[in-house]
């Protein structure tokens, strides 16, 4: 095999470069062909949205990311109806009964003043390693880069693991405006703050991986990928696609 100089990834588990994936009701067999190919880049899955209540073998779709080394995490929604419905203990028994040890806080839907946020990120975070989402679902809705900044130091600062920027699976939110096209500005004052080893980019789309990759390297953070673009997300790092080959590897001979 050809031995080509590529950007030095670091070895699963790690802490940078993060892919995480999202899993929409993928059914089983579906998901270990995926894992089967790419297991060895994906650092962890969230079972979208409130996918999981109703997936009836679930069990067996965790067991298959237990076979892989791969963490999950329930979607943030199922949190946010958890808190609306006063079920927040049954969740934590919930989720130590399936062993699942990502917590996904986030109020993209609902109304959490940051002073439960922070809360519940200290509650939880003794059991569960949180992972703390901010932005809106809502496309119509504009938060100013100053209350993104200001919630993710806080999150950070009651223990959150990682910060999860919202983009939702579509990348038409939080991060992106409605037409997919990248709120620059308002990411530019989100890094300038706070340490990018520390922040998730949902980035769905393949425009929106590049950009952060040529933006902050290869070893950004980012989520909400789909299993059949987990591996066109690698090449994006490494170089290996044209999107990002001569911002990584130059236009002149070695």
Not at 179 to 202: N, Q
Request: aromatic content about 8%; charged content about 30%; proline content about 3%.
């Amino acid at each position: 095999m050809i031995n080509l100089n590529l950007p030095q990834r670091e070895q699963k588990p790690r802490d940078r470069g993060l892919t995480m994936i999202i899993d929409t009701g993928s059914p089983c067999g579906l998901v270990e062909d995926y894992l089967e190919m790419s297991a060895d880049i994906i650092d962890y899955v969230k079972l979208g949205w409130g996918t999981s209540y109703v997936t009836s073998n679930l069990k067996r779709k965790l067991e298959l990311f237990k076979k892989y080394n791969i963490p999950v995490s329930l979607g943030g929604t199922f949190f946010e109806l958890a808190f609306l419905q006063n079920k927040l203990p049954e969740l934590r028994d919930h989720l130590l009964e399936l062993n699942i040890q990502y917590l996904e806080i986030s109020d993209g839907t609902i109304e959490l003043s940051l002073e439960q946020k922070v809360k519940l990120i200290k509650e939880f975070s003794t059991d569960f390693k949180v992972l703390s989402e901010v932005g809106s679902k809502d496309i119509k809705k504009v938060v100013k880069p100053k209350t993104w900044v200001e919630e993710i130091k806080a999150t950070l600062d009651a223990g959150a693991w990682k910060v999860i920027a919202e983009g939702r699976e579509s990348g038409q939110a939080g991060l992106y405006r409605d037409t997919s096209e990248i709120r620059t500005g308002l990411i530019d004052e989100i890094v300038d703050e706070i340490a990018i080893d520390k922040l998730i980019f949902e980035a769905p789309q393949k425009s929106q991986q590049a950009w952060f990759i040529k933006e902050y390297g290869s070893d950004v953070n980012l989520g909400n990928i789909h299993y059949d673009s987990v591996i066109g997300t690698e090449t994006l790092r490494l170089g290996l696609r044209s999107d990002t080959l001569i911002n990584i590897h130059g236009n002149t001979l070695t």
